[in-house]
C-alpha cells in the first residue's frame, strides 16, 4: 500500500508569492491534517480536515487556508509568503476511529522563502 | 490545552546500551500518547501509542515503552541500542475527540559505535 504522499517534495519562493502544498492520503483515510515544522522544533498543528470539512485550526495567520477533496486528498494554501513560513509542512492521514488514531506522516514538503 | 515536555536535547548511547528518551504530557481527561522517529529531510515514522490498557506497550524495531498516569510520562526505551537508531524522536499527545497531536521538541539519539 501507498503510504501519505506529498508533492513537491522542495521549493523555492520569494517573499510575497503564494504556494500550494499537495497531499494524498492513504487510501481508505478520511482525515487528513497539516502540520509546519521549523528547524530545531517539533511540528506545529495547522489544520484537520475530516470529510472535507475542516475540524480544526492551529493558530496560525489567514495567510493559511487548506481544503479537502472528494477523493480525500487536501491542499494547503500558503499566501504572501514570509522568510518565517521557511519549513517543512506535513500532511499525516489516519482512520480517526477508536482504536486506530495514530496519524501516518508523508515525507513532507521543504518550503524556502527568500 | 495539551502540551508534551522532552527535557533533554541530545541524548548519548553506546551500541548495545539501553536507551531511554524521557516525555512527560499535561492534557486535560484522558491522554492518547504517540512516539515519532524522524531521519534527516524524511517525515515522521510511527512508532507506538499508549490508548488504554496495559502501561508497557511494545511498538516497531524492538522500541517500547511505559505509561505512568500518576507521574504523566511516557518515556521511550529500548534495551539494546543500534547504530541505526540514531535519529531525532519525538513524543506527541492528543486526547480523545480533539484532532490535534501536540508535540515535544524533540530527542536526538546519538548512538556511538
Known amino acids: 500500500d501507498a503510504g501519505v504522499t506529498q508533492s513537491p517534495t522542495h521549493l523555492i519562493k520569494t517573499r510575497g508569492q503564494h504556494v500550494t502544498l499537495r497531499c494524498s492520503p492513504i487510501s481508505g483515510h478520511k482525515s487528513v491534517s497539516w502540520y509546519q515544522q521549523v528547524l530545531g522544533q517539533g511540528p506545529q498543528f495547522i489544520f484537520q480536515y475530516y470529510e472535507k470539512e475542516e475540524r480544526g485550526r492551529g493558530n496560525f495567520p489567514d495567510r493559511f487556508s487548506a481544503r479537502q477533496f472528494p477523493n480525500y486528498s487536501s491542499e494547503l494554501n500558503v499566501n504572501a509568503l514570509l522568510l518565517g513560513d521557511s519549513a517543512l509542512y506535513l500532511c499525516a492521514s489516519s482512520h480517526e476511529d477508536i482504536l486506530n488514531t495514530e496519524a501516518f506522516f508523508g515525507q513532507g514538503t521543504r518550503l524556502t522563502v527568500v | 490545552a495539551q502540551s508534551v515536555a522532552q527535557p533533554e536535547d541530545q541524548v548519548n548511547v553506546a551500541e548495545g546500551n539501553p536507551l531511554t528518551v524521557k516525555c512527560t504530557y499535561s492534557v486535560s481527561g484522558n491522554p492518547y500518547l504517540f512516539w515519532y522517529v524522524q531521519y534527516p529531510n524524511r517525515g515522521l515514522q510511527f512508532l507506538l501509542k499508549y490508548i488504554t490498557g496495559d502501561n508497557l506497550v511494545k511498538g516497531s524495531y524492538g522500541f517500547e515503552a511505559e505509561f505512568n498516569k500518576s507521574q504523566t510520562s511516557f518515556h521511550l526505551k529500548k534495551p539494546s541500542a543500534l547504530v541505526s537508531d540514531s535519529a531525532l524522536y519525538f513524543c506527541?499527545?492528543?486526547?480523545?475527540?480533539?484532532?490535534?497531536?501536540?508535540f515535544g521538541k524533540g530527542n536526538q539519539v546519538v548512538v556511538i559505535p
Open positions: 506527541a499527545v492528543r486526547t480523545y475527540g480533539n484532532n490535534r497531536l501536540a
